[in-house]
């Protein structure tokens, strides 16, 4: 069975620094594609950031590209949001996914996709 665990989320300022974590198992980690949505109230899942498995792929949607950097770990089983100059648009509950083999595009269906249970972030301004 598929887990994805998140922590790291939590409520900060403007302009202040986060780092996501997300910890995977029972998957083919290391063939996987992973990412990072988020959900503010009110409003539909969308993608933030998603690394391939190969070949060095990542996506970043424009709202957060030069702000927010994704990575794994193949050695942890872990994928990782760092969020730096975080906005008062950034609030919402962020979710961490995974694909076997295919990298995940804000046009994959949300269906096909593991999801964990997703980690809050606050961010004042």
């Known amino acids: 069975q598929v887990q994805l665990v998140e922590s790291g989320g939590g409520a900060v300022q403007a302009g202040d620094s986060l780092k996501l974590s997300c910890a995977a198992s029972?998957?083919?980690?290391?063939?996987?594609?992973l990412a990072w949505f988020r959900q503010a109230p009110g409003q539909g899942r969308e993608l933030v950031a998603s690394?391939?498995?190969?070949?060095?792929?990542?996506y970043y949607d424009d709202s957060v590209k030069g702000r927010f950097t994704i990575s794994r770990d193949n050695y942890k089983n872990s994928v990782y949001l760092q969020m730096d100059n975080v906005k008062p648009d950034d609030t919402a509950v962020y979710y961490c996914?995974?694909?076997?083999?295919?990298?995940?595009?804000?046009?994959?269906?949300?269906?096909?996709?593991?999801w964990g249970q997703g980690t809050q972030v606050t961010v004042s301004s």
């Open positions: 996914a995974a694909q076997r083999h295919t990298n995940i595009w804000p046009n994959t269906p949300q269906d096909r996709l593991e």
């Open positions: 029972g998957l083919a980690f290391t063939t996987s594609a």
């Open positions: 690394i391939g498995w190969s070949l060095g792929f990542t």
